[in-house]
């Protein structure tokens, strides 16, 4: 059994400590918290189930990483923190642990990432003998391993669209969806995550890790984007008013050109109500899903949804990206030591988990 650390117990962190409890290979033996008012809660409760776990949250980071964890699901945000966040990430692999996380889009096409992301990784590696594998959804399974899958089942292959169509109302992190998205802000409000060049930094690995599969030469990347206000003051369950005239939905590209042409396209359409931009893609049903189209012979299109916590498509997203990082662990113990990507990292069935509450 593989001792496994879940630190962080948020929206992503829940979930990872039901994943690594489900694992049959990984045995979890402690969790941190930053809260203190988690500290000494037991893990399953933080983590939504109906039963304790025997583990107690801590807030000794020291003590966590000395008793020298095989593993550590890192949970904790890395959007408004990646210093910090890369900080902790490097404590944990020169401990020795293999580290998943969704954390640091740089390091999702870790090849390609700036040299003051990966170098302290690589040297945190060659210091303590431990991995990194970073990972998620969008970008993650979403725009690499899926879209390659089903690429492969085509004849001819025109261009790869991977789609996120969702309703930001379900996602509980206001401070992300107001102020990095900009829901809810006056239309002239700039939104860091929709800063020109930012949606290359976040989801342009993703492009260059399916170019780089797919055998092809990227020309350049390049960007579009679109805003769209509410027509009405909506209220959310979650987050509370957004009033009319303000930002209600975006829709944006990351296109990878080949040949001069878009080939390689992500598109993310986000709204925080049904009602606004009507006339841009939806989901078949619910709250979100994620959408593979290939355009080619035959054409074929792939809809993902995904729910938990109460048919929560947020959620639901949330627990496949740890389903992605955890389900990794066991083959990274096995494999030597180093900085992993998607493409090195394979999507493996459920072994010994089917029927496993």
Not at 322 to 332: E, K, S
Request: glycine share 12%; proline share 7%; hydrophobic share 40%.
């Amino acid at each position: 059994m593989i001792s496994t650390v879940v630190w962080g117990t948020g929206n992503v962190g829940r979930a990872a400590i039901r994943a690594v409890e489900a694992h049959p290979k990984l045995k979890l033996a402690a969790v941190l918290v930053h809260d203190p008012g988690k500290v000494g809660r037991d893990a399953g409760e933080l983590a939504g189930l109906d039963h304790g776990l025997g583990v107690a949250a801590s807030d000794d980071i020291d003590a966590v990483l000395a008793a020298g964890p095989g593993a550590v699901v890192y949970a904790a945000t890395g959007d408004i923190r990646p210093d910090e966040a890369l900080a902790d990430i490097g404590r944990a692999v020169r401990a020795g642990a293999v580290v998943v996380t969704p954390a640091l889009y740089p390091l999702y096409d870790q090849r390609n990432a700036p040299p003051e992301f990966r170098d302290p990784v690589l040297a945190a590696i060659a210091d303590g003998g431990g991995s990194l594998f970073v990972s998620g959804v969008d970008p993650g399974w979403g725009n690499d391993v899926l879209p390659l899958l089903i690429s492969g089942l085509g004849t001819t292959v025109d261009a790869i669209r991977c789609q996120e169509i969702f309703d930001y109302s379900t996602y509980e992190q206001e401070e992300s969806v107001r102020y990095l998205v900009g829901m809810g802000q006056p239309m002239d409000y700039e939104p860091l995550m929709l800063a020109p060049s930012i949606p290359t930094m976040v989801w342009g690995g993703q492009i260059r890790l399916m170019a780089r599969a797919l055998g092809v030469e990227l020309d350049d990347i390049r960007e579009t984007m679109e805003r769209r206000p509410l027509t009405d003051t909506v209220r959310t369950r979650t987050m509370g008013e957004f009033a009319a005239g303000t930002q209600g939905a975006v829709r944006f590209e990351v296109q990878g050109i080949v040949g001069g042409e878009p080939r390689i396209v992500i598109e993310h359409v986000t709204r925080i109500h049904a009602s606004c931009a009507p006339d841009w893609p939806l989901p078949p049903d619910g709250d979100g899903a994620h959408r593979v189209i290939i355009e080619g012979r035959p054409r074929i299109e792939v809809t993902v949804a995904a729910t938990d916590e109460g048919e929560n498509r947020s959620a639901g997203g949330n627990a496949t990206a740890v389903g992605r990082l955890v389900g990794a662990i066991d083959w990274l113990v096995d494999a030597e030591p180093g900085l992993y990507d998607a493409l090195d990292v394979p999507l493996r069935p459920a072994v010994g988990r089917l029927g496993r509450k």
